[in-house]
């Protein structure tokens, strides 16, 4: 926080003996950047678990056991007669309901990778550039009106 003294006479704002006023301009591009970092990862670890998925593919019929906000969790047998209820639940699962039967692919080597049959990390790339464009139209427009105050002088 920067320390504002005002003027004897005229009331005009100064700084406090010893204080700078830091520009504040270059906040909303760090957030959009991180944001776009953070949508970027997310994308390559979808596209690194359907690697993985791709590289050794089970197929099963998964019954839909649960759908939250956060996850859907699924259950389904694998050849040899186990049965997996993976804790993170599937991958891609849009307009799936309690109860249903649905054809799900899994890695071999790690059947807690599952994902709805055809679905892939492609799915998220519409989202994320939706949310990446709203993020940088909003904040492209705040960077350069507080770049504008601070080249006034004005207090930021």
């Known amino acids: 926080?920067?320390?504002?003294?005002?003027?004897?006479?005229?009331?005009?704002?100064?700084?406090?003996?010893?204080?700078?006023?830091?520009?504040?301009?270059?906040?909303?591009?760090?957030?959009?950047?991180?944001?776009?970092?953070?949508?970027?990862?997310?994308?390559?670890?979808?596209?690194?678990?359907?690697?993985?998925?791709?590289?050794?593919?089970g197929h099963a019929t998964a019954q839909v056991l649960a759908v939250t906000s956060m996850r859907t969790l699924v259950q389904f047998a694998v050849p040899d007669g186990r049965v997996y209820r993976p804790d993170e639940g599937i991958a891609y699962p849009s307009d799936l309901q309690v109860g249903q039967l649905v054809r799900v692919e899994y890695d071999l080597a790690d059947p807690d990778q599952v994902r709805v049959a055809g679905r892939t990390w492609v799915r998220g790339l519409t989202p994320a550039v939706l949310t990446l464009a709203a993020v940088w139209s909003l904040l492209v427009p705040a960077t350069w009106w507080l770049r504008r105050r601070c080249r006034r002088g004005a207090p930021a």
Do not use: E
């Open 1 to 57: 926080m920067t320390a504002v003294a005002t003027g004897p006479v005229t009331g005009v704002p100064r700084l406090a003996p010893g204080r700078q006023r830091r520009p504040i301009w270059w906040v909303p591009l760090a957030v959009a950047g991180v944001a776009t970092v953070l949508i970027a990862m997310a994308l390559a670890g979808a596209a690194l678990d359907d690697a993985g998925i791709d590289a050794r593919t």
